[in-house]
């Protein structure tokens, strides 16, 4: 069993923001796989499917961004899952626009969803994707920038990014996380 998470906002005013990248990740990962984000529980929305013989999860925590571990939790504990079998997937100001990053474990860095996800799992030892979305450079609030949506220039290198780590999570399905991060980063 494999729980794929990425956290945004939920609402028509957060869509395409640099927030909501997890998101957009797991919206692709939907078409991919042809699974269907149609089941409301878990203060989510989330589908599954069988995916080359094992049970896939998607989710979208509808909590807001720093309220996203209540969301995680509640379905880990729900579905006995492992924390082994958990990535999550969400925006980084610390790398560049459109560069991804995997790591299993580490701290929050700062982002209240990774820090509410790491309060209610009781540990920094999970699986994540991080999505680069770079600093504001404008003298911009940080809430500003994470709720804006991206420039033009930015769009293209945004799409490649959630390409490569919808395909990360693919990979992670039949081989080890340590190996996915060798080949992706």
């Known amino acids: 069993m494999k729980l794929i998470v990425g956290l945004g906002n939920p609402g028509k005013q957060y869509a395409q923001t640099r ?33 080359q013989g094992e049970k896939v999860f998607l ?42 990053r ?3 474990k580490g701290s929050a860095g700062g982002h209240n969803g990774i820090k509410s996800t790491i309060s209610h799992l009781g540990t920094q030892e999970f699986n994540r994707i991080r999505v680069g979305i770079n600093r504001p450079s404008n003298g911009m609030t940080i809430t500003d920038y994470v709720l804006g949506r991206f420039t033009q220039e930015e769009q293209e290198l945004i799409k490649v990014a959630v390409e490569r780590s919808a395909d990360a999570c693919e990979e992670w399905i039949r081989k080890p996380f340590l190996q996915v991060m060798n080949t992706h980063n």
């Open 19 to 51: 927030h909501n990248i997890g998101f957009e990740v797991i919206d692709a990962l939907a078409d991919r796989l042809h699974i269907s984000l149609d089941q409301a529980k878990f203060k989510g929305i989330y589908g599954s499917g069988i995916v």
């Open 59 to 100: 989710l979208k925590p509808l909590t807001y961004m720093n309220l996203s571990g209540e969301s995680i939790s509640a379905m880990i504990n729900y579905f006995q899952m492992d924390i082994d079998d958990l990535v999550v997937i969400y925006d980084d100001l610390d790398l560049p626009v459109g560069r991804i």
């Open 102 to 104: 995997l790591r299993q």
